[in-house]
């Protein structure tokens, strides 16, 4: 399992794809697979962990040079895995690290990657050209409806251990937005919403590159008001406080989301989501029943007073049954059992181009 340089697993505060993948080594070893993890940082996981970096490199997030540098230090790493204690697939996690999957095929190993972003534009570009060597994972169906042609071979939805989190059926009196500081998350139109709405807006997230920290200034300084609190980012511990005593999470985005772990995490805290309409977001929210699913920012005022009177505990539930840690562990599991089978296939297919028969029938008596 191969997860970028940047975070720990889990992380301590920022780090969607870092929590997804904590929470599927461990539901892995829980079923009795034996997990290795490659990455940087502290150990947190079930896993055996190989840390190739001194320490994570938060800092360097965006730049191309960690990207690479990774890349090449996990292969070396998996080769050395792969003539000890023996691999039977790569898992990939990063962007870079698909790379690799010529050399890992020499290896006798299949490459999964599981794609956390976007599949539009120049994306779509490099995941077509990374061909058959790579077998792709969507977490989502609207990320598979956006690129059919690509080599895609399962749907997985992120998931989460729902006993990991907090529940509270009693709310605070304000709404949330937990996120990233960007014009797609779209944290200037939760502000407008919630003060149509009236009520208290607080915004956690993280605001650290350049083109953050111009969206903040730009759009959203300009709205905040005396009943606004900017939180800055939260760790693991304030984010679960911050979403469980919340009224409902904002989720106004402006682009084709691939998944948006943050609905399921604010939904297993017992709190409703109140989203726009894009990306997987109705295939994550019950509309009506654990959110309310808008088609235009003018809507979400008033969706803001309908999501008080919904039940928290069906909140809770409906996370429990469609992305708690076990679907996702099972998930994948057939995604593996796939691609082995494949791998095995395609070995005996060689054997019967190469050997002559009398030679096999002779070994096999």
């Known amino acids: 399992m191969v997860v970028p340089p940047y975070f720990d697993v889990p992380p301590k505060a920022y780090g969607g ?7 599927l080594v461990d539901s892995l ?29 938060p800092e360097r997030l965006g730049e191309p040079f960690p990207e690479v540098v990774h890349a090449l230090k996990v292969r070396r790493a998996i080769e050395k895995l792969a003539t000890t204690d023996g691999i039977d697939l790569v898992h990939d996690h990063t ?11 020499g290896l006798g190993l299949p490459t999964v990657l599981t794609v956390h972003g976007p599949v539009q534009g120049d994306c779509y570009t490099y995941y077509r050209e990374l061909g058959a060597e790579v077998s792709l ?15 895609w071979v399962g749907r997985v939805h992120n998931a989460l251990h729902a006993d990991q989190w907090p529940f509270q059926a009693e709310k605070g009196d304000y709404a949330l937005f937990l996120g990233r500081f960007t014009e797609d998350k779209a944290p200037h139109l ?19 590159e350049a083109i953050e920290k111009a969206y903040f200034e730009r759009e959203v300084r300009p709205l905040l008001t005396s009943n606004d609190y900017v939180f800055g980012l939260a760790d693991a511990t304030a984010k679960r406080k911050l979403l469980a005593n919340a009224r409902c999470l904002m989720f106004p985005i402006r682009w084709e989301e691939p998944f948006g772990m943050v609905m399921i995490e604010s939904m297993v805290c017992g709190t409703p989501v109140v ?36 039940d928290p505990a069906a909140c809770r539930a409906h996370v429990e049954a469609n992305f708690g840690s076990g ?36 070994e096999r008596v």
């Open 137 to 151: 994972v969507a977490i989502s169906d609207r990320q598979q409806e956006l690129a059919p042609d690509l080599n």
């Open 95 to 105: 962007f870079a690290g698909p790379l690799n999957a010529p050399a890992y095929f």
């Open 29 to 57: 070893v829980a079923r009795g697979h034996d997990v290795t993890l490659i990455g940087a940082g502290e150990p947190g996981t079930k896993a055996k962990f190989v840390p190739v970096w001194d320490r994570a490199l």
């Open 327 to 362: 679907t996702l562990g099972r998930g994948y599991e057939r995604v593996y059992s796939q691609l082995l089978r494949g791998r095995n296939r395609t070995r005996m297919a060689r054997l019967d181009r190469t050997v002559p028969i009398r030679t096999v029938a002779s």
């Open 17 to 23: 794809v870092e929590a997804v993948v904590a929470d």
């Open 275 to 310: 989203a726009l309409r894009g990306g997987a977001v109705s295939e994550v929210i019950v509309d009506g029943v654990t959110g309310r699913i808008c088609d235009d920012p003018s809507e979400l005022p008033a969706a803001i007073e309908e999501v008080r009177g919904m």
């Open 190 to 208: 939760a502000l407008q919403a919630a003060h149509e709405a009236n009520i208290p807006l607080v915004l956690a997230g993280k605001c650290s």
